[in-house]
C-alpha cells in the first residue's frame, strides 16, 4: 500500500518561487517502477493534472505550467520546482502514483490510484 506524505506548500506573491516534496513509502519494487506525478484543485473545480514523471525519468506537463514548473524524482521522493508563480496556480496540490507498466503516465489522462492528502499553495 503506498502512501505519499506532500510538504513545502505556503503563500507566496506572484512572481516567486516554491517547491513541493512529496515522500512516498510502501512501493512494490520501489518508486522507480511508479507513474509519479502532481495534481491539483481549486474548490468547485476537478483535479488538474499538471506534471508528470515516468519510470525512464521522461516528463510531461500541462501546457499552461511548462517552463515554469519542473518535477524531478530522487529516491523515494519526487518534487515540484514552482517558479513565476501566477495567481492562477493557487490551489492545493496532491502528489499522486499509479503502476507504470502497461498504463500510459500523462498529466491529462492518467488515473492514479494512490494521493497524498495535499498542500495548499496560495500565490497573490
Known amino acids: 500500500h503506498v502512501q505519499l506524505v506532500e510538504s513545502g506548500g505556503g503563500s507566496v506573491q506572484a512572481g516567486g518561487s516554491l517547491r513541493l516534496s512529496c515522500s512516498g513509502t510502501?512501493?512494490?519494487?520501489?518508486?522507480?517502477?511508479?507513474?509519479m506525478g502532481w495534481v491539483r484543485q481549486v474548490p468547485s473545480k476537478q483535479r488538474e493534472g499538471i506534471a508528470v514523471?515516468?519510470?525512464?525519468?521522461a516528463t510531461k506537463y500541462l501546457g499552461s505550467v511548462k517552463g515554469r514548473f519542473t518535477i524531478s524524482r530522487d529516491g523515494a521522493n519526487i518534487y515540484l520546482q514552482m517558479n513565476n508563480l501566477k495567481p492562477e496556480d493557487t490551489a492545493t496540490y496532491y502528489c499522486?502514483?499509479?503502476?507504470?507498466?502497461?498504463?500510459?503516465?500523462?498529466?491529462?489522462?492518467?488515473?492514479?490510484?494512490?494521493w497524498g492528502a495535499g498542500t495548499q499553495v496560495t500565490v497573490s
Open positions: 499522486a502514483a499509479h503502476w507504470n507498466a502497461g498504463r500510459t503516465c500523462d498529466p491529462s489522462s492518467s488515473r492514479f490510484d494512490d
Open positions: 510502501g512501493f512494490i519494487y520501489g518508486m522507480y517502477r511508479y507513474c
Open positions: 514523471i515516468n519510470t525512464s525519468g
